[in-house]
Structures are given as structure tokens and as C-alpha cells.
């Protein structure tokens, strides 16, 4: 099956850690790059959940990502909403019951919902959650998804584990279907929980030799394991211009305006048992999410060639990020997606 595409909700800001950033991008705005991701036919518009600015850092505002989950649903036809959430933020069966509203209620059926076990100490602090060691996080993340998958499906659902205890749980407008799941991280304890519950394994960008590995000891294991059958989503950053030359002159241009202050604070900041941040050198971490590392930089036939290595190794959907919010939304797809739907309808026929 050929890739598809998402866009990344920018609630944080602008992407990168750059001194010229857009650090403060308003729900309205986020609402309107949903719209237009919507018309021009990307697939899934994700939506992180930050309570501080993981971007430019915690002076900067950020938008509320299931503000604009519900929002972006009402607004958009086709493209599904992925909002992600952490535990300790909200309780289960909150998420549960609201994901249930949009499901049925905003989005006909077309959200999905991402766990996230969560990387930043200060963040989880400073909203009165209890900072848990990268094991535990992932251990409570489990439970967090028994509970609301259990909530949508089972009637009077009760549930007794070490994070969570409900009794006679009542959801009584089920979501219909029941919402995909995606599940974020690249350590055992994260593939494990995909393999288990997700319908995605979401991932950072790397090389494609690389993300191979990871996409066969997912799907292997989600088979192996569980019986069931699992795809993988990476997220990536990209720059597309007429001529290579050109979008390498944009990187250049970001790197040269990089905030070494903000880049060096995250460093410290970053939990360093999240595997997928055991890179952290500023070609990588000036992006929160290691996108660079994709190399979707180039003209539309460099990019192209670059997708389908992806789509090669087992990569069924890339969540996309850009330097400009609306022009390369709209660029990426004219110069991108158009051309590889395109070739692959070609080859099909």
C-alpha cells in the first residue's frame, strides 16, 4: 500500500528551535492548517499535547492540542484528527468519554487518539503529575490504554491495576468505530505496548536501514505475539523546492539560525531513557522530534526517491512538518504527494 501523508499540528510554535521563530501560533491558526490540509487530501492532521512549549521553552505560550482536536473535527471533512495525550494530565476515562464525543459527535469517525508516556520532567511537575521512571511511564501508559479501550467496548466496565481502579466504568455513546490507536516511542517497552494495543507505532525519523529494523520488530512481534497485525508511522521534516540547491540553502539558513540556548536547554532536559534522544547533536535536536534525520530535503524527485526507501522498509505513514506552517503545506503536496500519487496510480495500472 502506498504511504500516506499527515501534518503535524505546530501547538507549540513554529517547529524549529530557531531565533527567528513563530513562537506563538493561535488555535484559529492551527484550525486553519487543518482546513487546508483537509482540502488538499493529507490524510491525518496529529495533534500533540504540550502544557509547556516543548519548542522555544516554558516562557513561550502553547495552544491546547484537544481544544484544537475538537475544533479541527468540526471543521474538517475527511482528514482524520490524532490528538495525542500523557497520563497524569487526565484521567482515562476523561480521555475516554471526550475522544468518544469527537468520535461521534465532531469528527464522524474520524479520530484517533496517541499515547504518549512523556519526556520532560519540569512539564509533568509543573501540572501536578508525579515524574515516574521511563519504565514505569510506559507501565502506567499500558494501563491507561486497557482502561479507555475498555471503556469504548465493554458495558460497566471494571478494571483493578496499580495506576488505575474503575468501577462499573459507563461510556453509553460508544465510539463508532472504535478509534485507532497510536502509540509513540522506540524503546522495547513502547514496541511491546504497540505491538499489544496500537494500530500505530509512531516513531522519529532516521535513516531507512535504521527505521527497517524497528518496523520488522513491530509487525513481527505484533504477529508473533498477539496475533494481530500493526502499521508504522515516523514523523519527518521536510523542505521541497523547485531546484535541490534551493532547499538546501533553506537548511543551511535554518542551522545558521539555530538558538544554541534553547537546543543546549533541551538537551538537558530531555530524559535521556527515551531511546529515540540518544542523538543529540544540533542537526538533530534543532527539530523537537529528530524530523531532519529523514533527509526529505531536495527537489520533488530527491524527496520522492527518499519516500519510497520508506515505503520499501515497511513505513506506512509519515506525519510531515515544515519550516513554514501554510506555504509548505501547500508546497510539499503540489511538488510531492501530487507527483507520487501519481506515479503510483501509474504503476498499479
Given at each position: ?5 499527515g ?5 507549540c ?13 493561535s ?11 483537509d482540502?488538499?487530501?493529507y ?43 500523557q ?18 459527535q465532531?469528527s ?12 520532560w ?8 503529575d ?98 494481530r ?20 540553502a ?13 537546543i ?31 533527509q ?10 527518499r519516500?519510497k ?7 506506512d ?14 508546497r510539499f ?17
Amino acid at each position: 500500500m502506498p504511504l500516506q501523508f499527515g501534518i503535524w499540528s505546530p501547538v507549540c510554535g513554529g517547529w524549529l528551535r530557531v531565533v527567528n521563530h513563530e513562537a506563538n501560533v493561535s488555535t484559529q491558526d492551527l484550525v486553519k492548517l487543518a482546513v487546508e490540509a483537509d482540502k488538499l487530501g493529507y490524510d491525518f492532521y496529529y495533534i500533540p499535547e504540550h502544557y509547556l512549549n516543548a519548542i522555544h521553552g516554558p516562557k513561550y505560550h502553547v495552544a491546547d492540542g484537544w481544544i484544537t482536536a475538537a475544533l479541527a473535527s468540526l471543521n474538517t471533512k475527511n482528514i482524520k484528527i490524532v490528538a495525542a495525550v500523557q497520563p497524569g494530565f487526565k484521567l482515562p476515562a476523561v480521555v475516554a468519554n471526550v475522544s468518544a464525543n469527537i468520535q461521534n459527535q465532531l469528527s464522524n469517525s474520524r479520530f484517533a487518539l496517541s499515547g504518549i508516556a512523556g519526556w520532560w520532567k519540569l512539564e509533568v511537575e509543573s501540572y501536578g503529575d508525579v515524574w515516574l521512571p521511563h519504565s514505569e511511564r510506559y507501565a502506567r501508559l499500558e494501563e491507561y490504554i486497557d482502561v479507555i479501550k475498555g471503556l469504548w467496548t465493554v458495558d460497566d466496565f471494571n478494571y483493578v491495576g496499580k495506576y488505575y481502579t474503575i468501577k462499573n466504568g459507563i461510556i453509553t455513546d460508544k465510539p463508532t468505530p472504535t478509534p485507532p490507536i497510536f502509540i509513540a516511542g522506540e524503546s522495547d517497552r513502547a514496541i511491546n505496548l504497540a505491538a499489544r494495543h496500537g494500530d500505530y507505532l509512531f516513531i522519529n525519523a532516521d535513516e531507512p536501514e535504521k527505521t527497517a529494523a524497528l518496523v520488522q520488530k513491530v509487525k513481527t512481534l505484533a504477529i508473533a505475539r498477539y496475533g494481530r497485525n500493526i502499521k508504522v508511522a515516523m514523523s519527518a521534516f521536510a523542505i521541497v523546492s523547485e531546484y535541490t540547491a534551493e532547499a538546501e540553502a533553506r537548511l543551511a539558513a535554518i542551522y545558521r539560525s539555530a538558538d544554541q540556548q534553547q537546543i543546549k536547554y533541551f538537551q538537558e532536559q530531555i530524559d535521556p531513557n527515551v531511546v529515540a534522544h540518544n542523538k543529540l547533536d544540533i542537526s538533530q535536536t534543532i527539530e523537537a522530534n529528530l524530523g531532519l534525520s529523514a533527509q526529505l530535503v531536495g527537489d520533488r524527485y530527491t524527496i520522492i526517491q527518499r519516500l519510497k526507501e520508506y515505503e520499501t522498509v515497511g513505513v506506512d505513514l509519515i506525519i510531515l512538518k515544515f519550516e513554514s506552517m501554510l506555504e509548505d503545506t501547500i508546497r510539499f503536496h503540489k511538488l510531492v504527494i501530487s507527483e507520487y500519487t501519481q506515479q503510483n496510480n501509474l504503476v498499479r495500472l
